[in-house]
């Protein structure tokens, strides 16, 4: 028979296997993020201003690694940000009106973070 105190435990019970698996689950993604970099950057031009749109491509050196994003632009500010998995990367940084730019053999390591700084200048 179903009392009042049976649903109040079941209920407890059910809680507490639902807690346990979303506990679970989200330490291993904690985990799993952790064997990933921040890579981000801010881009300027001759002026220190910054340069939007421009195409950010990270080339990893290893090619087995594959990078999740298709592309990426830094923003108004010239802002832009790569979230990739540890080794060795080219970034390419290209937009039209400027020289094309790579910035070389960039370490990336495990949950660190990387701030690059660059300049693109003016083709014309």
Excluded at 13 to 21: D, E, F, G, K, W
Excluded at 28 to 53: F, M, R, W
Excluded at 61 to 74: E, G, I, P
């Amino acid at each position: 028979m179903l009392t009042r105190s049976n649903i109040f435990y079941f209920i407890i019970i059910i809680h507490l296997a639902i807690t346990a698996v979303l506990t679970q689950s989200i330490w291993s993604s904690l985990k799993s993020l952790n064997q990933y970099c921040v890579v981000k950057g801010v881009i300027t031009d001759e002026k220190a201003q910054p340069v939007n749109h421009v195409w950010v491509d990270p080339v990893p050196h290893n090619k087995a690694v594959r990078v999740r994003d298709l592309f990426n632009f830094s923003d108004d500010l010239g802002r832009w940000k790569w979230i990739l998995p540890p080794g060795k990367y080219d970034f390419k940084l290209k937009k039209a009106g400027y020289d094309s730019f790579t910035i070389k053999s960039v370490e990336v390591k495990p949950g660190k973070s990387i701030t690059l700084k660059n300049m693109l200048t003016s083709s014309q």
